[in-house]
């Protein structure tokens, strides 16, 4: 008999297919000029297992090298990170368009993965400026 899927695989299924997630995700120009490592260091204490994301993640070439960095710090795919990342916006999209503030509680609740880091993923956009309002007034 075939297993049936438990919630982890199917979890991992849907974090494979970021472009399912509508893309409101801010430029990455604002990364250009920094150090590989500039998004880690927007985060404190952030021990997880490194992960090597180069070659051969198909999606790995989606993400400006300060991203790759990061996802593979948090032992994300460049997809789950994709995914992670799209979920955010859109909810911090969301929530402005329905008047109301962005927390790391809304981004650890829009991500679905481990609410560590999910908040380290909050820390690292919210310290390269990726909040700020007018980077989604197109959206709202």
């Excluded at 120009?29 to 021990?47: A, F």
């Excluded at 070439?61 to 960095?69: G, I, R, S, T, V």
């Amino acid at each position: 008999t075939v297993p049936k899927p438990t919630k982890e695989s199917k979890t991992k299924q849907e974090d494979d297919k970021f472009w399912t997630v509508e893309d409101l995700s801010p430029p990455t120009s604002n990364l250009d000029g920094h150090p590989v490592s500039y998004l880690v260091d927007c985060v404190e204490h952030l021990t997880c297992p490194r992960r090597d994301l180069k070659e051969p993640d198909p999606h790995t070439q989606l993400l400006h090298p300060a991203e790759a960095f990061l996802a593979g710090t948090l032992s994300f795919t460049a997809a789950k990170y994709l995914t992670q990342k799209r979920k955010i916006f859109l909810q911090l999209v969301e929530n402005k368009r329905q008047g109301k503030g962005f927390t790391k509680t809304h981004a650890q609740q829009a991500c679905g993965v481990d609410v560590n880091k999910a908040s380290k993923l909050f820390e690292a956009f919210k310290g390269v400026g990726w909040f700020d309002e007018k980077l989604f007034q197109a959206h709202l």
